[in-house]
Structure formats: C-alpha cells, structure tokens
C-alpha cells in the first residue's frame, strides 16, 4: 500500500521522482524518501510526513543523478520513522531498494542474513529484500541471476524496485501493481500510470512473476525463471493525465463536484458490460456480491435493488470476511466484485475464494488494467476517472450508476435510469454550498453524530458515517431507522447530532417518527429530504426525483458536509490519517 517509482534516463532523476511520487501520495503517504545514483555512490533521502513537506525539509529534489528510485509509505512492518522509511540500502550501501506489498517470510531471511553478517538498520520487512539481493550479487555477481534467485526465495506480494550501485534497476513484480512508462528521454517503474504520465502515455504492464532489467543496453523482460518476456506498448487513456486539482482547494472537493458527469459516464458506458452481466445473472444459481469499505455499501444497495425490482436475491458478503466461512460460496454461483482500484487485498482474496468454488467474476471496476479486471469473467469499468481523494465519493456513485442499469435490464425496464436527469439533480445540489457550510461550523466541535435510513437509504447512511469517520474524525454510525428503540435511542442526548435521510418516498413517514423520537431526547437533527418539517433544526433540501433514485442523489450534500467539516477541523480531506487509497494488503 505503498508507491514506488524509479528512473532511468537523461533528465534529472530526483525532481522528476518527486513530482511523481507526489501524485502518487494517495496511495500512502506517512513518508517519503528518494535514491539516486551520483558519479561513485547511491545517495538516500527520506523522512516522515508527507511528500511537499519532507520535500521543503530535506530538499529531496536535489539529490543529482540521472538515475533513481522514490517511494511513498504507509506503515505496515515497523512504526512510522525516519529509519523505517524507504528507500532502504542494503548493509554495504552498495544497492538501494523501494518496496511495496508484504514479504511473509522476512524474519527467517533476515535471521538467516543476519548470520552471515548483513546488518538491518529497520523494523521493516522491506529490509530484507535489500540485503538478500545484495547477498545474492555478492555470490553470483550478475544482476540477472540475483534477481532470478532472489525472487525464487521470497514468499508474500510484492513490487519492487533495486537500484545498484552501477547504476542498473531491476524491478520485480509479485501481485503488486508496477508498471512500465517509456518516455523519450528515459524509462519509469511505477505503481501507478500517474507516476509518470507528464513524461509518457507509452506503457507495459507487466504480469505477475516477471522481472525487468534497466541499464546501458535499455529495457529487458524476464520472467521470473529468467526466460525473456515480450510485451506489447499501450497507451494509457489520456483522461489520466487530467490528475490536478485545477481551481479546486481538494481533489476530493474536485471528485465531489464531477459526479453530474461522472454518473452518466459510468451509466452509458458501461451499457453493453451491464447486458451481458444481466445474462450471468439471470442464469446464475446463486448470486454472491462483494467489495470493501464504500463499495461494500454500494453491494447493500445492489440487493436491495435487485430484490425489491426484480425479485433476485443476492448475498453481500464483506470481502475481508470471505476468508472466514469460504464455504459460503456454493457451486456454479456468480461472484460480482466491486473495487474502485481493483487492488484491494481483501476483494481479490474473496475472488480467489469464489474460484476455488468454480464461481464466475463479475466486477465493477474504475481501473480496467487492475488485478481484479484481470480475474474477472466480465467486466463492467466505472469509468469516473482517477479518484484520488483516499475517500470514494464519485467512485460511490459511479457503482450506483451501474446497480441501477443492472437493475433497469432485470426488471424489463420496470425502472428507468435517466443519467441526465440525475445528473440534473446532482447539479442542483452541488450549485450553492453555502447552507452545508454553515452546517459544516456547528459539527466542528461535535464527537458523535449518527445517520439514520430505512430501507435502501440505510446504506447510504452507512456510506454516509464512513465518509464523516475518514474526514473529520468524528465518531459516526449510520443506524436503519427501525433499530433506533432497540438500543441506539439511549445515547439521545442533548450533545448529539442526527442526519436523517429521509426523501420523500415510503420510508418517509416511518423516518420522520423516529426524528421526532430523537428530537424529544434532545439532539439536534439535519434532514436531508426533499420536502421540509418543523422537526427538522437544519434542512438540507435534494430535489424530488423518481423515488428509486434517491440513493444516487442524497450522499451528495454528506459528502459535502464531510468535506467542510474536515476543512473547518483542519484535517486534509484528501489524505486522512492513518489511511490510504488502495489497501493492498490484508
Ligand atoms: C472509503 C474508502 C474505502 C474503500 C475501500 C475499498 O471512502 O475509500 O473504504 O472504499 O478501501 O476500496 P476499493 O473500492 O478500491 O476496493
């Protein structure tokens, strides 16, 4: 869960590895550090904090050289120090490596290394990969073979990028994400196009268990028993390249503000995807749906969709929880995945679990060269651009989208998603922020607030306590309406504040008493609704829409609210602590 990215070219490494690693912050961002190769030696940088202020600090984009690696971390192995992170040397100094993913064997290596008198400066399982290759060079004095071995040796997932002191990379990939750029000037290794897509929109993407050599001869392919790969040159959707924040303080304010186009993309362009998956399912005997976080929410919304439209059962199941009852999945079943990176550990864990039980996989995925797109029968692509915000917000809505043209083909059209007219409606909501703002200063100080739904709104308030809990840090529950007296009721007091989500539809009136039930124990209620009441201390007005919709258009103003409360708290909503965007490890 961390970035990497290396350089091998004309240009001057260390700024052009920053910039790059800057852009990739979201994938992990609780310290940075660089390598670069000068005339003699590698040089190493880095430090705790995040990439502009480690830079202003340690001034990392002035380490010369032409050659380099850079890495952004979120801690896994080893608190967050200066020590534990990467770049790590090997004990001679004389190799330098950046690593992402999980080495599972690390302590017998290291214990096994430490033997033969390599020393380990880090708590890090990253460590390890530098003094191993270094120990394999030292016996076989080739980089070739030293990486064939060391990737024989260790065990877990992992992407990696070796700078030698030569001045040669090598890079190895194990089920992490690296990807090759080919620019004019020079070579990139990247988690992710974004590290590199100001220089080049040439690209490989490499298959697990290959391993690639940069040095004076240019760029070789191997696989991981050392026999020479060939790889076509694509080029990546020049929409990735629209990654800056422009006008906008945040990229999450910026991914909040896109969702009237962005769920119409994702509702056109999925069409034919949305086709061919209603097939598998209409014939599938059992229909399993998964994902994590924000697009588990969007899987709860799916079955209560799909059941209440089309009368088709499904079983959500959290993805991290797959691995604890594996029996769940029963024979000839469909799996549908849905991950906004596609990278989740835990998603592509479940997949791999629905398989052993010959499960097809659908998935519902933004990122169409991700490891989840490569595991699925068929997929459906979000195509809402790079979410770079660590909190889903036009991911969220961009799944919603597709649920719904799921459920428009197995009802036989029994609903009808008119993009535009939702888009209208987003539209409207996001045209004047003033009210959410003002709403965003009285929850500044607050420490708990609870979101309240029924029915299919009921995930959406759960959706909705994510996205406070990641923002602002306030401790947030969505609760379905009808629990309130059998528990949640008893923390009513005069200190709490309640959303209630309550669109004008069958829900409505149900939820307006349980408002009311609140209200007289004190707490201050905000409705989020498209028609008002005397109940209500903050109205947040939505526009009346088809009431199947609603769910598309009323985590708008939560998101919102979530975004100005965290810039009334100080936070920074694009990166909040403790998280990053893609969880590739369990
Ligand atoms: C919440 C959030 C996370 C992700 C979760 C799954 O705002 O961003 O909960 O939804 O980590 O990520 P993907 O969808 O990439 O599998």
């Known amino acids: 869960m961390c970035s990497i990215i290396g350089y091998y070219g004309d240009g001057s490494a260390a700024p052009i590895l920053v910039r790059g690693l800057k852009r990739m912050e979201y994938r992990g961002y609780d310290s940075v550090g660089v390598a670069t190769k000068d005339q003699q030696e590698i040089l190493v940088k880095k430090g705790v904090g995040k990439v502009s202020d480690v830079n202003n600090m340690l001034h990392l984009d002035t380490l010369p050289g032409h050659i380099g690696i850079g890495h952004t971390r979120w801690a896994t192995h080893g608190n967050v120090t200066d020590v534990n992170a990467h770049p790590h040397p090997s004990s001679s100094g004389k190799i330098a490596i950046v690593h992402n993913g999980i080495i599972e064997n690390y302590s017998e290596l290291k214990a096994d290394l430490e033997k033969r008198g390599y020393q380990f400066k880090s708590q890090t399982d990253s460590e390890v990969i530098a003094n191993l290759l270094q120990f394999n060079f030292d016996e076989l004095l080739d980089i070739k073979k030293s990486m064939i071995k060391t990737t024989s040796q260790l065990k877990g997932h992992y992407a990696f990028v070796a700078m030698f002191e030569s001045g040669t990379l090598a890079a190895a990939k194990y089920h992490e994400p690296l990807i090759i750029g080919i620019g004019k000037n020079g070579y990139f290794l990247s988690s992710d196009v974004l590290g590199f897509i100001e220089k080049t929109d040439d690209v490989i993407y490499l298959d697990n268990g290959e391993f690639v050599i940069l040095d004076r001869l240019g760029l070789q392919i191997f696989n991981f028993d050392g026999n020479p790969v060939k790889h076509q040159v694509t080029k990546v959707s020049k929409e990735f390249a629209d990654v800056y924040k422009g006008d906008y303080a945040h990229f999450t304010l910026k991914e909040i503000s896109e969702q009237p186009d962005t769920i119409v993309r994702a509702g056109e362009s999925s069409r034919d995807a949305v086709s061919n998956a209603t097939e598998f399912i209409r014939h599938a005997r059992n229909i399993y749906i998964t994902g994590s976080g ?182 947030a529950e969505g609760i379905p309406g009808g629990e309130l007296k059998h528990g949640p009721l008893a923390l009513m007091d005069s200190s709490v504040y309640v959303i209630i989500i309550n669109p004008n539809d069958h829900t409505y009136s149900d939820t307006l008493t349980s408002a009311r039930e609140i209200k007289a124990r004190g707490a201050k209620i905000i409705g989020i609704s498209d028609k008002p009441s005397d109940v209500y201390d903050f109205w947040i007005e939505i526009p009346a829409i088809d009431d199947a919709f609603y769910p598309l258009i009323e985590i708008i103003p939560i998101q919102l609210l979530a975004y100005y409360c965290a810039v009334e708290k100080n936070t920074d909503p694009d990166y909040p602590r403790n998280l990053a965007k893609s969880v590739t490890v369990k």
């Not at 209560?304 to 009368?311: C, V």
């Not at 199941?317 to 835990?346: K, M, T």
């Open 294 to 475: 924000t697009s588990y929410n969007a899987a709860l919304v799916a079955k209560y969709l799909w059941q209440k439209y089309a009368k088709i059962k499904t079983e959500p199941i959290i993805s991290s929880e797959l691995f604890f009852s594996p029996d769940a999945i029963e024979p000839n079943s469909i799996l549908i995945a849905i991950s906004q990176s596609g990278e989740s550990a835990d998603v592509l864990e479940a997949v791999n679990i629905a398989k052993k039980s010959n499960a097809k996989i659908l998935s519902i995925v933004n990122i169409l060269t991700s490891s989840l797109a490569q595991e699925s029968a068929l997929v459906m692509g979000m195509n809402c651009g790079p979410e770079i915000g660590v909190a889903a917000t036009k991911s969220f809505t961009a799944q919603l989208s597709i649920i719904y043209k799921i459920t428009e083909k197995l009802c036989d059209g029994c609903i009808k998603l008119d993009e535009r007219k939702i888009s209208d409606a987003v539209s409207r909501i996001l045209a004047d922020h003033t009210k959410i703002k003002e709403i965003a200063k009285e929850l500044r100080e607050i420490k708990d607030i609870y979101i309240l739904g029924r029915a299919v709104h009921y995930p959406i308030a759960s959706e909705s306590a994510l996205k406070l809990k990641e923002l602002t840090y306030i401790h």
